[in-house]
Structure formats: C-alpha cells, structure tokens
T-cell receptor, first 113, second 113 residues
Framework: AQSVSQHNHHVILSEAASLELGCNYSYGGTVNLFWYVQYPGQHLQLLLKYFSGDPLVKGIKGFEAEFIKSKFSFNLRKPSVQWSDTAEYFCAVRSGGYQKVTFGTGTKLQVIP | DAGITQSPRYKITETGRQVTLMCHQTWSHSYMFWYRQDLGHGLRLIYYSAAADITDKGEVPDGYVVSRSKTENFPLTLESATRSQTSVYFC????????????FGSGTQLSVL
C-alpha cells in the first residue's frame, strides 16, 4: 500500500524566509504527486501537481516542488514566504493506475509578520 | 457554478445514532471520495466511487456505508455513530480520465457525544 510521510508537523517562519517542506512516499512504480493547501477556515485546494516530464513543477502563488525519483521525494519550496501563506499543506500521491489518492499527515505553516 | 457542496456544515449527535452526511457535485465528475481529517492523521480515505453504483473501500471504511445511485450524489452514513468518528469529513470529486485533480467540499464537522 502506498504511504506518504511529511516530516515537519509544524513550521514557523518569519516573512521573507525561504520555505522547504519535506514529502516522501513509499510506492516504487509510476506515481502522480500533489501538494494541496488548506487556508484557515477553507477547504483544500490544489497547489501543484506532478504527472510526468520536468521534475521541477511550478504551482500557484510562487510555490514549486521537485520530484526526485531516486529519493522518493517531492519537496515543496518557496523562496520567500508571506503572511498569507499561513496554512496547512498536504502532500499526496496517486499510484498504480488507481484513482485513490493518499495524503500525508500535513504540515502547519505559520508565517510571522 | 455551484461545484461541490456538503451538508450539514456542523452536526452533533449521540453514540449509537445513525447519521448521514450529504455530498452533491454539479460537474458530473466520475469519481467521488470521502475523507476524514483528524489531528495527527491528516486525511484518510473512507470510501470512494468510480461511477454511479460503483463504490469501493478506502483506508478506514469500518462503521461507514456509502451509496451512489446518481452521479451527482454520494452520501456517507454512519450506521451507529461512535465517539471515535468525531472528525471533520470532506467530500471530493475528480473528473478521472487522466485529470486527477481533486475538488473538495467545505467539510462537515461531526461531533459524537
């Protein structure tokens, strides 16, 4: 069964600091990878996704993620965070041709003005 | 564009009672999903459906029942609610057909006393 690990449960950063959130998955075959974001009081929405091709994918609001197959990783990055990036971030993986998407436990990001 | 709606938004019930959470989508998406979100566990898949009358278990299906008689509706029933089912429940949908982006509802916050 596929699984997703997010090692950082709670991250606190000052505005303009750089962000990197770790995500590792367990499935060895073809995978589709996602980052979803949940702003306070809102539902989850897609931040970015990787299906194939360029392993560096860019999403909304200046976020990007790099797929490193050899490390089974899909880390999320942003060069300079803003207060409005305060949210919970979820890494997710879909594999094996199934529609089921497995989520990580989430990382709460708090950006201090 | 109504999207995906869940009802009720909040629900308080007692142990042993039957509870049904509703989910309705207006896009005619093939796939629909039910997740529960709990602290420390992230989002866990309860059930999903590939089309009307086709459903399958996710990671944590015990104590839940789903049906999908129409493409647009995917109700989740707790047959005999337990305190461990206190959670936030999210319904989601996706087109399938290679587009795996999940669209989430606003969630139902369920408390079982």
């Amino acid at each position: 069964a596929q699984s997703v690990s997010q090692h950082n449960h709670h991250v606190i950063l000052s505005e303009a600091a750089s962000l990197e959130l770790g995500c590792n998955y367990s499935y060895g075959g073809t995978v589709n990878l996602f980052w979803y974001v949940q702003y306070p009081g809102q539902h989850l929405q897609l931040l970015l996704k990787y299906f194939s091709g360029d392993p560096l994918v860019k999403g909304i609001k200046g976020f990007e993620a790099e797929f490193i197959k050899s490390k089974f990783s899909f880390n999320l990055r942003k060069p300079s965070v803003q207060w409005s990036d305060t949210a919970e971030y979820f890494c997710a993986v879909r594999s094996g041709g199934y529609q089921k998407v497995t989520f990580g436990t989430g990382t709460k990001l708090q950006v201090i003005p | 564009d109504a999207g995906i709606t869940q009802s009720p938004r909040y629900k308080i019930t007692e142990t042993g009672r039957q509870v049904t959470l509703m989910c309705h989508q207006t896009w005619s998406h093939s796939y629909m999903f039910w997740y529960r979100q709990d602290l420390g566990h992230g989002l866990r898949l309860i059930y999903y459906s590939a089309a009307a009358d086709i459903t399958d278990k996710g990671e944590v299906p015990d104590g839940y029942v789903v049906s999908r008689s129409k493409t647009e509706n995917f109700p989740l029933t707790l047959e005999s609610a337990t305190r461990s089912q206190t959670s936030v429940y999210f319904c989601a949908s996706s087109k399938g057909q290679g587009d795996e982006k999940l669209f989430f509802g606003s969630g139902t916050q369920l408390s079982v006393l």
